[in-house]
Each structure stands twice: as C-alpha cells, then as structure tokens.
C-alpha cells in the first residue's frame, strides 16, 4: 500500500505546481496550509537552503524510498523507519487531521518481531520468552490443516488477488499518465484508488472573515460589524494558531477551500449565514466565538475576504502580540438578512433558519 500510496503522492507534485520542480514550494506551505499550527509560524521562516532540502527530501520519500520494501528486509526496515519519521515531521508541522496517523499504520508493517524485539524484556521469564514458550506449545499441539479447507483458503486468496489486480489496471495507467489525477476511483467497490495531496501550493493565504452588526443599516458609515471567530482557522490576529490534530475541524477546513473561489461555488456559506442569523445552536457550536451572545440575533451578516500573511518573529507585530498580519481585499458576499435568504434558501429546498 504504502510503495502505492508514496508514489502516487510524490507523481502528482512533481507533474503539478511548478514549485515541486524548481524546488520552492515549502516557501509557501507552512503559510498557506489548511490549518497551521504554531511550529509552523516558525519554520515558514527557515532559510531559503531548508526549505529547498525539505523539497527534496520530499520527492525522495515519495519517489524514491517506496522503493525499499522490494529490496530486503534490512531496506523494508528502513523504508518504514523513514516513513514514520516523515510522518511525524508532517504531524508537528502542521495540522493535517488524522492523515498522517493513519499512514503511519502500514509502515508498522516494514517491522518484523526481529526488530521489534528490543521493545519487550528479553529475560529468563520475559515476555520474548513466554511467547517463544506459547509458539512452542502450540507447533506441538497444531493438527494438519485438512486439504480441502487449505485448497478453498488458497482458492479465495488467489481470486482476491486477481480481482485486486484487475481492478488496479486503471489505477496504474493513472499513475503512468502525464494527465494524472488524484483522489480518485474508478470503480464502485472503491477497493483501489488513487491518491495525492497538494499537487499545488497556494502562494498567498486568504480567509473569508464573518461578521454580523445589530444595526438596522448595514450601509451607514458607522455601523459596527463585529468578528465570528472558528476554533481553529486565523481570525483574530493577536490568536496563537490551534494545535489539535489528529482531531479534525471540518468547519475550518473548508473555509480554507471557500476563501479560493466565490461564495456561488460554496452555497453552503450563505446556508451558514443564514444560520448565524437565527442565532442557530448547532451552527454555532461549531464556532469559538459568537459575538452575539446572549443578545439577539444580528441583523445582518456579510462575508468579507482578507489576506493573512504570518507576522515575523520577533518584529514590530510580534511583539504587539499578533500572529498574523492581514489586508482587506474586498467584499466576499454583500451583506445579507433572513428576509433577503427567503427565496434563495426556497430555491433550494433548505429548511429556513427559525429565530433562536
């Protein structure tokens, strides 16, 4: 899985972002990924020469080091010592959710008991001992497996194996093509698919920032428009960024794809200002911050779209205590009330947001 999984990850960089060739991409990640976490504040400012070797060692771990498992055990070995070390690596540098857990798990594989032998005692009465006693006792104590129960095993494993086969052609003429994709199936079992992340690294970071005012004119000049803070995605710029994975805010996250395009390819923001309109509870548990509570409901709520950019350590906005840096670019959706959402929310059959 692993060898496939690698592969796949590292094929579509390099076939990607211009960024992955020319050696510049971690420049931009570890401002620009999902979620970032406070290690990553500080490793975006690494020297130029880190980040180029962190690229390389990339491509290395994704083209190269897969490689390993089909060259014995001592390579198998430490193919899976290098993939968890990355995996690591990626886990403290940023969070990724649950992603790099789990790869974590087929690479415990590349193990066997010979050298995970130094994790367990070893002594007269220690655990390698009496689980060499229990392999003993039960090799003398083991009957033949009857012929035709070994020949229907053999016969499933072979027909998985084909069937495994068969619907991994697609798979590999995918990973062979220059018109790669990732993230894909190509049948309905969904037994094999393709992989892949950041083929492409944003350059700048934006965020959709929500905000609601109690003022009857959302127009006037001095109309106070107050911030919805996300448990984890900036915001707040005086706000140290979250640490939480391998736990996943799912809220957060797609904010992040929101903030790429407008808000006619992510209707369900407007579906959630809605929400923030009733004062809804379960919307806003998913928040950290509700600016209107215990008060009413705002009167309306707009979207707006800014650039953040990580303050530099130890400079003049460091020190006022902020993380990031941000700069207004423009209007993300105009600013709404439940009386403009009755139609649109019609439209698309959404149960309309009742008053909290």
Same mark, same amino acid.
């Given at each position: 899985?692993?060898?496939? %999984?690698?592969i796949?990850?590292?094929?579509?960089?390099?076939?990607?972002?211009q960024?992955?060739?020319?050696?510049?991409c971690?420049?931009? =990640?570890?401002?620009?990924?999902?979620v970032?976490?406070p290690?990553?504040?500080?490793?975006h400012?690494?020297?130029?020469?880190? @980040?180029?070797?962190?690229?390389?060692?990339n491509?290395?771990?994704?083209?190269?080091?897969?490689?390993?498992i089909?060259?014995?055990? !001592?390579?198998?070995?430490? @193919?899976?010592?290098?993939? &968890?070390?990355f995996?690591?690596?990626? &886990?403290?540098?940023?969070?990724?959710?649950?992603?790099?857990?789990?790869?974590?798990?087929?690479?415990?594989?590349?193990?066997?008991?010979?050298?995970?032998?130094?994790?367990? #005692? %070893?002594?007269p009465?220690?655990?390698?001992?009496q689980?060499?006693k229990m392999?003993?006792? /039960? *090799?003398?104590?083991?009957r033949?497996?009857p012929?035709? +129960?070994?020949?229907?095993?053999?016969a *499933?494993?072979?027909?998985?194996?084909?069937?495994?086969?068969?619907l991994? &052609?697609?798979?590999?003429?995918n990973?062979?093509? #220059?018109?790669?994709?990732?993230n894909?199936?190509?049948?309905?079992?969904?037994?094999?698919?393709t992989?892949?992340?950041?083929?492409?690294?944003?350059?700048? !970071?934006?965020?959709? &920032?929500?905000q609601?005012?109690?003022?009857?004119?959302?127009?006037? #000049?001095d109309?106070?428009?107050e911030d919805?803070?996300?448990?984890?995605?900036p915001?707040?710029?005086? !706000? !140290?960024?979250?640490?939480?994975?391998?736990? =996943?805010?799912?809220?957060?996250?797609?904010?992040w794809?929101a903030?790429?395009?407008?808000? /006619?390819?992510?209707?369900?923001?407007?579906?959630?200002a809605?929400?923030?309109?009733?004062?809804?509870?379960?919307?806003?548990?998913?928040?950290?911050?509700?600016?209107?509570?215990?008060?009413? $409901?705002?009167r309306w709520?707009?979207?707006?779209?800014y650039r953040?950019?990580? %303050?530099? #350590? +130890?400079?003049?906005?460091?020190?006022?205590g902020?993380?990031?840096?941000?700069?207004?670019?423009?209007?993300?959706?105009? $600013?709404?009330?439940?009386?403009?959402?009755?139609?649109?929310?019609?439209?698309?059959?959404?149960?309309?947001? /009742?008053?909290?």
């Open positions: 899985m692993w060898d496939r %999984s690698g796949h990850l590292g094929l579509i960089k390099v076939r990607g972002d960024c992955w060739r020319d050696l510049t971690m420049d931009f =990640h570890y401002e620009t990924q999902p970032p976490n290690v990553a504040y500080f490793l400012r690494s020297p130029w020469w880190v @980040h180029r070797f962190e690229t390389l060692s491509h290395f771990l994704e083209l190269v080091v897969p490689f390993f089909f060259l014995g055990r !001592r390579m198998c070995i430490l @193919h899976g010592a290098l993939q &968890i070390l995996q690591v690596v990626l &886990i403290v540098s940023g969070n990724l959710s649950f992603l790099n857990w789990l790869t974590i798990v087929p690479s415990v594989a590349c193990f066997d008991d010979a050298a995970l032998g130094f994790l367990f #005692p %070893s002594g009465g220690g655990l390698q001992d689980v060499l392999q003993k006792e /039960e *090799a003398r104590e083991a033949p497996t012929m035709f +129960g070994r020949m229907v095993r053999q *499933a494993n072979l027909a998985l194996g084909i069937l495994v086969a068969w991994s &052609i697609p798979v590999v003429l990973l062979l093509s #220059p018109k790669q994709v990732m894909s199936s190509f049948n309905p079992l969904r037994i094999v698919n992989y892949g992340a950041f083929g492409s690294i944003t350059r700048e !970071r934006t965020e959709v &920032i929500l609601g005012t109690a003022s009857p004119n959302a127009s006037a #000049p109309t106070v428009w919805y803070e996300f448990k984890c995605k915001g707040d710029l005086r !706000r !140290r960024p979250c640490l939480i994975s391998p736990y =996943h805010y799912r809220l957060d996250w797609l904010m794809f903030a790429f395009q407008t808000y /006619e390819h992510h209707e369900w923001v407007i579906h959630l809605g929400k923030l309109l009733a004062n809804d509870a379960e919307a806003l548990s998913l928040l950290a911050l509700n600016p209107f509570a215990d008060r009413a $409901p705002p709520v707009r979207g707006e779209h953040y950019k990580f %303050s530099r #350590p +130890g400079g003049l906005h460091a020190a006022d902020k993380w990031w840096i941000r700069k207004r670019i423009g209007p993300y959706f105009p $600013p709404l009330n439940l009386r403009d959402l009755k139609d649109y929310f019609r439209s698309r059959e959404w149960p309309f947001p /009742e008053l909290e």
